[in-house]
């Protein structure tokens, strides 16, 4: 299954929550475990309390890590400006792995599934969502 979500880039944290529970809801799957995989090397999957001083405060963090406009070897040799954006993909992964009870995600109360894309362009992105029954 896949969901697409339309992104402003530039370290953008979208709570893709309500879209993962659409498709665990369509599945029937009871008990088991989602998977959520993001196929893109500027994107990533995680969890945050999706709150505004909380989203500003983590888009600060990744430009601590890795600021757009630094020095990377990627950006001298294909010119396309987001050698950030993929280190930050590798450093926070594309995926995550949420156990499915009831027929519902096991999350924390203010734990939400965000999906980040660190590109220096808007784009769409298609998110992967495999379940698995158990
Ligand atoms: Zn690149």
Redesign the pocket.
């Known amino acids: 299954m896949k969901i697409t979500i339309s992104t402003k880039g530039h370290n953008d944290i979208i709570d893709i929550t309500d879209k993962v529970a659409e498709k665990v809801k369509e599945s029937k799957v009871e008990q088991g475990i989602v998977l959520v995989f993001v196929p893109h090397?500027?994107c990533a999957i995680s969890v945050l309390e999706y709150e505004p001083g909380l989203i500003q405060d983590l888009k600060d963090l990744l430009n601590k890590i890795a600021p757009l406009k630094g020095d990377y070897e990627?950006?001298k040799a294909?010119g396309?400006?987001?050698?950030a954006?993929?280190l930050l993909a590798s450093l926070i992964k594309p995926d995550l792995t949420v156990p499915l009870e009831n027929n519902h995600l096991i999350l924390g109360t203010w734990q939400k599934i965000i999906l980040l894309d660190f590109?220096n362009r808007a784009c769409e992105r298609e998110v992967n969502i495999t379940i698995i029954a158990n």
């Not at 396309?80 to 050698?83: A, F, I, Q, S, Y």
Request: charged residues 15%.
């Open positions: 090397q500027t990627h950006n294909w396309d400006g987001n050698g954006a993929h590109d």
